[in-house]
């Protein structure tokens, strides 16, 4: 499906003060609740189990999203399977997915000279960075290639994944020759390696055979080797060029993370790297990102703060997780009277590392929470895109592990705001920059489904399938 611009309205302006000036929708974030994982196949799973309002019709806060067919009269549940339902439908023949319509960027060799080209006949193929949102999904609404009733689709989404990042080169970041997409002018130009990283590290454990876990290991290895290769010390990466390109450095904040946990080979230094990110602009003392600026190369964040705090508290948070296991080693070796000094030494200074790294995820919890009651900032830029969706995810994950009732209230609020801006189709459109409806479906559906995940749900870092959504 393609979706509608209209290019005038929705002129992307300098950011900054402009910015501020044009926050006039309310837009909040998300959903709900599920620490166990049955095998129940039905909504009546999900209005159990997710705590969805199922018997209230869906409310948008947001009066400014413009989409002629808003339909904003389903239950959570309904708007759950219809948004599911309609990104299956957009897979295609070659198992991934496009943009789901909107403009694209002409390359710099075309006749438009590398501006935007927009209209019904725009070519949508497919590309990583869509298929591998789409992926993560899925995966967290239960289907995968062994479980689900879309093991096909699945398997067709699985293989175009590992097809792309095999033929891809060995030291360059990029892991796609697509050139031209929405997710890669707006928020970065390596999101594609970002997202595939994040996708494969997700679907380990829900492949059907020895060997397909082996293509997959091998093809996260890959990215993980290239995202390493090219970082700098500051955590940050040369050309990854962007709107808001402060939206893929938490992407891959979030890769590098989760692909550790999934046994990929990811060093330390890697993620202390991706950590210096995450803080930057943190005054931790004070709770707030009020910092001066630091010595890391920050990427853009458009002059919105949504963007720029979601992203690095959702970094945090990930790394938070990634030290539960680096803490039980270091306890296990200062407890271990063979171990030698050199190693207790180094493991008394790891768990001096983590108990700073803890501090700064509580201050990022709090400096964003305490925002959450401003409609402005929760705005974004003032209607949503996918950078908005994308950072309610973050908020939202965030949230859930914050707890209490400003998560109870956050979830209710999320989920009516994000129901309620669904379009009749089932899918979700942005109304500035990316807003191609593949992305916004998919990172819509992934807020509505937080505590579907894994790490979530409060389990390991091994995959424990999520209890599937009927989608018929």
């Known amino acids: 499906m393609k979706t509608k611009l209209h290019s005038r309205k929705f002129f992307i302006p300098l ?10 929708a ?3 974030p998300l959903v709900n609740n599920s620490n166990t994982y049955a095998a129940e196949s039905s909504l009546e799973y999900l ?13 948008s806060n947001n009066k400014n999203n413009n989409n002629d067919d808003n339909h904003g009269n389903r239950t959570p549940e309904e708007s759950l399977a219809a948004g599911l339902k309609y990104l299956l ?6 198992g991934g997915w496009g943009q789901g319509g909107g403009w694209r960027q002409a390359t710099a060799n075309s006749r438009s000279g590398g501006g935007r080209v927009e209209g019904p006949n725009v070519e949508d193929p497919s590309d990583l960075g869509n298929t591998s949102a789409s992926v993560v999904t899925l995966l967290r609404a239960g289907e995968s290639p062994t479980e689900g009733q879309h093991r096909d689709e699945m398997k067709k989404a699985f293989e175009y994944i590992c097809k792309q990042v095999e033929k891809a080169d060995d030291n360059s970041l990029y892991v796609t020759d697509v050139r031209d997409t929405q997710l890669q002018v707006k928020i970065g130009t390596y999101v594609d390696t970002f997202l595939a990283g994040w996708a494969l590290s997700e679907i380990k454990g829900r492949l059907p055979d020895e060997a397909a876990e082996k293509r997959r290991s091998a093809a996260l290895d890959k990215v993980v080797g290239k995202i390493a290769h090219n970082q700098r010390a500051d955590g940050s990466f040369a050309n990854n060029n962007g709107w808001a390109s402060v939206i893929s450095q938490g992407l891959c904040n979030k890769a590098l993370n989760t692909a550790a946990r999934s046994g990929a080979k ?20 004070k709770g707030s990102f009020s910092a001066p600026a630091s010595t890391a190369a920050e990427p853009s964040s458009a002059g919105v703060s949504l963007y720029r705090e979601a992203a690095k508290w959702n970094g945090l948070v990930e790394n938070s997780r990634s030290n539960i296991a680096r803490k039980q080693a270091a306890e296990k070796t200062i ?5 030698p000094p050199p190693a207790k030494a180094q493991a008394q200074k790891d768990l001096e590392q983590i108990a700073s790294d803890d501090k700064a995820t509580r201050a990022a919890n709090d400096a964003v929470a305490s925002k959450l009651s401003d409609t402005r900032y929760v705005a974004g830029f003032g209607n ?7 950072s309610y995810m973050n908020v939202t994950e965030g949230m859930h592990e914050r707890g209490g009732k400003e998560w ?7 989920t009516k705001t994000v129901c309620g801006a669904q379009n009749e189709d089932g899918s979700w459109a942005g109304q500035h920059c990316i807003t191609g409806r593949t992305f916004c479906t998919a990172t819509a559906l992934l807020t509505l489904l937080v505590e579907k995940g894994k790490d979530n749900a409060g389990l390991s870092s091994t995959n424990a399938p999520a209890a599937p959504v009927a989608v018929k």
């Open 15 to 24: 950011a900054g003060p402009i910015c501020a000036l044009l926050a006039v």
């Open 26 to 28: 309310t837009l909040t």
């Open 47 to 59: 209005a159990k189990k997710v705590k969805m309002p199922a018997s209230t019709p869906a409310e």
């Open 89 to 94: 439908k957009q897979q295609h023949a070659d």
């Open 266 to 285: 990811v060093t330390q230094e890697t993620l202390d790297n991706a950590q210096k990110q995450n803080v930057a602009g943190l005054d931790v003392s």
């Open 335 to 339: 407890a271990d009277a063979s171990a």
């Open 384 to 390: 949503n895109g996918g950078e908005e969706y994308l």
């Open 408 to 414: 109870e209230d956050w979830r209710s609020k999320m």
